[in-house]
């Protein structure tokens, strides 16, 4: 596993895990990023600079999962349904690569609006 991070967002703390992908070890090596995320439903993205394709794309995520979305090179922190979801499902706007998982509670982050300021950083 590459390694775990800490998302600052929004007066929230989390910590994450970061899984075996290409995509993931990539976004571990452009860390530390401090941006203005933007919400999709319960959803905060923004664009990193990482240029990957799609591994093992996945349409339907589960709440907490940390993907990237090839299409806009955003890094994705899903938290909640987004305005594709059906029903309780966590729906990216196209397939997303899950590059990793929260640890603990994702929903913390409901309520969160655009414009949001956003940390990722490597945890040593």
């Known amino acids: 596993m590459p390694g775990t991070i800490t998302i600052q ?33 319960d959803e905060i993205y923004f664009e990193i600079p990482v240029d990957e394709e799609l591994e093992d794309g996945q349409e ?38 899950v590059v990793g998982r929260i640890a603990g509670d994702a929903t913390v982050l409901r309520g969160s609006s655009g414009g949001i300021s956003v940390r990722l950083s490597k945890n040593e």
């Open 60 to 97: 339907v995520v589960e709440v907490g999962d940390l993907g990237f979305w090839p299409t806009g090179n955003a890094f994705c922190i899903f938290y909640g349904p987004t305005p594709m979801s059906r029903g309780d499902e966590v729906r990216p706007a196209s397939a997303v690569t």
């Open 9 to 41: 967002a929004g007066g929230h703390t989390l910590q994450a895990e970061l899984n075996d992908t290409r995509t993931a070890t990539a976004i571990l090596e452009a860390l530390p990023i401090e941006v203005a995320g933007n919400t999709w439903g």
